[in-house]
């Protein structure tokens, strides 16, 4: 923190500069006589030659460029004489609205702690009154909520279930056991309601994408009756099924106690608590539902909130009283980044010390970043910036929004910025649209800034640099480009060094949005292979033939043709389950399916996949088998 004193902000600004300090061409005084004195020619016949005008020059024989057509030649000298910039450059400095005002802070310190060492001993102060609170929450959050006769409850994320997709619980179910009679308390944190399946998820003949997961509900299709009589099935997502059957908050989060029960026949499609469920009209051998009249006593509350005023509050005070770039910088970016990996947005880690080792983990290559960031973009910015208040609303205020992704852009309907997820979202391709624009739009405005301060030439090289290094990394074979935030935020922070008001807003910005992308995921690849991209989704593999069925009063035959090199086997759902595994040497291929075998008499849903050993590939869209005995060939295309 320093002292402001009584300069002129031109003599407060000259004597501040620092040699690190890069502003271009040094700006000349342009009310000194002598700058009319000395001409562009004058120099010239220093140098030992004679300026001569443009038309002379382009007609010597010398010149190179007679081919290009004059008005070409004209627009190009325009050009380059605008991307020079004015000379002298006009370096940007932000004078504070209220200046009286906005200096108080400064002042106050000055007055109050006018030795260094007392500042030192005030900004420890603040630190250890931070941290001691934020650990404090966290450890009541953590060791709190203990349920009566349940014990201290479990906490989950909030896309956990009880069900693997596709055959990853194996044949008949095994691998997820038990299906009834047993019961387990839990803990979800805030905002469960907002997580999607990003990939397709079939239900039977149904496919769910970008949207939570939660299939049935209460019995007679209502919403008001009690959360023990609302049944899910078992790979419904459990946090979302307790908001949707009212156990917990989606703002609070809270804690319950889930109650397997089995096979059920089928699951109703209810709207609760602004979550629709999907429906499922047939068996499924696991399900859940709450135990009731617990919430009361549970106790637990998700930290996010209490924990979201005291760092505001903290990084507010910081950002307000302190005037030092480099502290401002290093403590905001401290207290944000373990705010976002513990508190807001955490990864899906349940227990806090696993999570506390990824986070520190993640951290340290991410504090070398900060400080290339600090270095060439945020020190030239704040340095010398005595607007506190503006400071503290425009910086501060752009790197809470970006820090806080999954709540101000989570609406947006673009998740990940891939093209497959661009064309298959329902308005993903307007809202990316309206986002280039707009990027592009304040890229005119930093353009301009930049050529004002002499940099324009500069920064474009540096630009064409980063465009070439991301045309070649599309140009690699068997990789795929993807922009996560952090690499986004990086590409666009150079842009954003000059001490203008949107500039720090676009600064703070994009540097909530790095340490939001880096906290919550990491460093991820800028290259990725299309397995990597697809995570769970579909991987376009090869579907297995499967000839017209054999039906009978209640039972069904399928059969198939030898499967084609490198694929040894053929594993088939029904309802979503995988019931039989057929391999190369062990039988015919085929299978009969009984509907006495799990005991119901609706309708029936097969599908197909190809397997390399026990991993299946993409799975054939459902065939239906009515009650009425008819079948309904699978439609074309995988599912999964």
Request: aromatic share 12%.
């Amino acid at each position: 923190m320093s002292p402001v004193d009584g300069r002129s902000g031109e003599d407060a600004l000259l004597s501040e500069r620092e040699p690190w300090q890069d502003d271009g061409p040094e700006p000349s005084m342009a009310d000194s006589a002598d700058l009319h004195i000395r001409s562009s020619a004058s120099s010239d016949i220093e140098n030992g030659h004679t300026s001569l005008p443009v038309w002379m020059r382009e007609s010597s024989k010398s010149f190179h460029w007679k081919w290009v057509p004059l008005p070409v030649r004209h627009l190009a000298r325009s050009t380059a004489t605008w991307s020079k910039g004015p000379d002298p450059p006009q370096i940007q400095r932000i004078t504070p609205f209220f200046p009286t005002v906005q200096e108080m802070p400064l002042r106050l310190v000055n007055s109050y702690l006018p030795k260094r060492i007392y500042k030192a001993g005030a900004l420890i102060a603040l630190y250890a009154s931070w941290l001691l609170i934020f650990v404090l929450v966290l450890h009541h959050s953590s060791t709190s909520g203990e349920i009566e006769g349940y014990g201290l409850p479990t906490p989950i994320w909030c896309g956990a279930n009880l069900w693997s997709k596709g055959n990853g619980c194996e044949l008949d179910g095994s691998k997820c056991r038990p299906f009834e009679n047993t019961i387990f308390p839990f803990s979800c944190p805030a905002n469960c309601a907002s997580v999607e399946v990003l990939n397709p998820y079939a239900v039977g003949d149904q496919e769910i994408v970008y949207h939570p997961l939660v299939i049935g509900g209460s019995k007679n299709g209502s919403r008001f009756l009690p959360a023990e009589k609302s049944i899910y099935r078992a790979d419904s997502f459990i946090c979302q099924a307790a908001i949707h059957a009212g156990v917990i908050s989606n703002t609070k989060g809270g804690c319950g106690v889930v109650s397997m029960t089995g096979r059920q026949s089928s699951f109703p499609s209810v709207l609760g608590h602004n979550i629709q469920s999907f429906g499922f009209d047939s068996t499924f051998p696991k399900s859940f539902t709450f135990v009731t009249g617990l919430s009361s006593v549970c106790g637990y509350s998700d930290p996010r909130w209490p924990l979201l005023g005291v760092t505001v509050t903290f990084t507010s005070l910081l950002s307000i009283f302190c005037d030092s770039a480099a502290i401002f910088f290093s403590s905001v970016f401290v207290m944000l980044f373990f705010h976002v990996g513990l508190v807001s947005d955490p990864p899906n880690i349940s227990d806090y010390p696993s999570l506390t080792s990824l986070i520190i983990e993640r951290f340290l290559p991410a504090a070398f970043v900060a400080y290339v960031i600090y270095r060439f973009c945020v020190r030239p910015q704040l340095t010398g910036l005595t607007a506190q208040f503006e400071k503290t609303v425009l910086w501060l205020g752009g790197a809470w929004v970006g820090s806080l992704n999954n709540y101000t852009f989570d609406k947006l309907p673009i998740q990940r910025l891939t093209p497959h997820d661009i064309q298959s979202q329902p308005g993903a391709i307007p809202v990316l649209c309206v986002i280039v624009i707009s990027i592009f739009l304040i890229a005119l405005g930093q353009i301009w800034y930049l050529r004002l301060e002499g940099r324009f030439r500069r920064y474009l090289a540096i630009y064409a640099i980063m465009a070439a290094f991301l045309l070649i990394c599309v140009a690699i074979p068997s990789l795929n480009l993807r922009v996560h935030h952090y690499i986004l935020a990086l590409l666009l922070l150079p842009g954003t060094r000059m001490q203008t008001r949107p500039g720090l807003l676009y600064q703070g910005l994009l540097v909530g949005l790095f340490i939001s992308g880096v906290a919550r995921w990491g460093f991820d690849s800028i290259l990725q292979t299309s397995a990597a991209l697809l995570g769970d989704g579909q991987i376009n593999s090869l579907l297995p033939n499967i000839t017209e069925p054999i039906t009978g009063m209640a039972n069904i035959t399928f059969g198939w043709p030898l499967p084609p090199s490198p694929y040894d086997g053929v594993s088939v759902l029904v309802n979503d389950v995988e019931r039989h595994r057929w391999y190369y040497g062990e039988g015919e291929p085929s299978y009969t399916w009984s509907r006495t075998q799990e005991g119901g008499l609706g309708k029936e849903y097969f599908r197909f996949g190809y397997m390399i050993g026990s991993a299946a590939g993409d799975y054939s869209k459902a065939g239906v088998w009515t009650t009425e005995g008819n079948w309904i060939p699978m439609q074309p295309g995988p599912s999964r």
